[in-house]
């Protein structure tokens, strides 16, 4: 049974870090390339950044700068770090195989406010 699982948002400053963590059951990690969305309020949701199993990554070209996607294969955890934070980050991010898959996990939300 897939299970995806997002920890690690939270309400943050501009300017502030985060890094999302996720964890998975049901999928084969080491051949999969992952990725992490993110859901606006009242929006579809939209691709942020991939890994593929053997560390390549892309970016969604306004995030390339502040986002950095990592994967731990011996831990099994996909890693997303944000830095300098800007309001317009908010959102609830997901995480997910490449192309996404059913069903998608309850997403960590992060809030940037001042």
């Known amino acids: 049974q897939v299970q995806f699982v997002e920890s690690g948002g939270g309400s943050v400053q501009p300017g502030g870090s985060l890094r999302l963590s996720c964890t998975f059951s049901g999928i084969t990690f080491s051949r999969s390339r992952m990725a992490w969305f993110r859901q606006d309020s009242g929006k579809e949701r939209w691709l942020v950044a991939t890994?593929?199993?053997?560390?390549?990554?892309i970016y969604n070209e306004a995030e390339r700068r502040r986002f950095t996607i990592s994967r731990d294969d011996v831990k099994g955890v996909v890693y997303l770090q944000i830095n300098n934070l800007k309001p317009e980050d908010t959102g609830v991010y997901f995480c997910?195989?490449?192309?996404?898959?059913?069903?998608w996990g309850p997403g960590t939300r992060v809030t940037v406010s001042s």
């Open positions: 890994i593929t199993f053997d560390g390549k990554t």
């Open positions: 997910n195989i490449y192309p996404p898959i059913e069903p």
